[in-house]
């Protein structure tokens, strides 16, 4: 977990409070400043720092319109889990909660990520043979 708290030193650099800064929102950035609720699981800060530095790596300083807010969203799951991922654990987990607990990421980022993909990727996790009567 230690090094995927590291690898996020790649999307920005930012001086991390571990302060609640809002209390209708555990995490916030003003382009300096990353504020994440101290009292998230290990899995959920790594998913909110992801997510404000993928904010201050396009330049952000506040809160963004809805359509760019997902638009960040679905970047900071492409950037946390990879396909390669996905298709590791496609195979065997039985519920979203489940592939997001063996991917270290929480079920919104999860389902964000699959969100991003397109029908043949779709095809390749899930083979449309294996599931057929
Ligand atoms: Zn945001």
């Given at each position: 977990m230690l090094e995927r708290f590291g690898k996020l030193r790649e999307l920005a650099h930012a001086i991390v409070?571990?302060?609640?800064?809002?209390s209708e929102v555990p995490a916030a950035t003003d382009g300096r400043h990353i504020w994440v609720d101290p009292s998230l699981s290990s899995v959920e800060k790594l998913c909110y720092l992801a997510h404000e530095a993928m904010h201050l790596n396009h330049g952000h300083k506040g809160c963004q319109p809805p359509a760019i807010e997902r638009q960040v969203c679905l970047e900071t799951a492409q950037y946390l889990v990879s396909f390669q991922d996905l298709q590791r654990v496609a195979g065997w987990a039985r519920n979203p909660s489940e592939m997001a607990e063996e991917l270290g990421v929480t079920e919104a980022v999860l389902l964000d990520r699959l969100a991003t993909l397109d029908g043949d990727q779709v095809q390749q996790l899930w083979p449309a043979h294996e599931y057929t009567a």
């Amino acid at each position: 977990m230690l090094e995927r708290f590291g690898k996020l030193r790649e999307l920005a650099h930012a001086i991390v409070v571990w302060s609640r800064p809002y209390s209708e929102v555990p995490a916030a950035t003003d382009g300096r400043h990353i504020w994440v609720d101290p009292s998230l699981s290990s899995v959920e800060k790594l998913c909110y720092l992801a997510h404000e530095a993928m904010h201050l790596n396009h330049g952000h300083k506040g809160c963004q319109p809805p359509a760019i807010e997902r638009q960040v969203c679905l970047e900071t799951a492409q950037y946390l889990v990879s396909f390669q991922d996905l298709q590791r654990v496609a195979g065997w987990a039985r519920n979203p909660s489940e592939m997001a607990e063996e991917l270290g990421v929480t079920e919104a980022v999860l389902l964000d990520r699959l969100a991003t993909l397109d029908g043949d990727q779709v095809q390749q996790l899930w083979p449309a043979h294996e599931y057929t009567a």
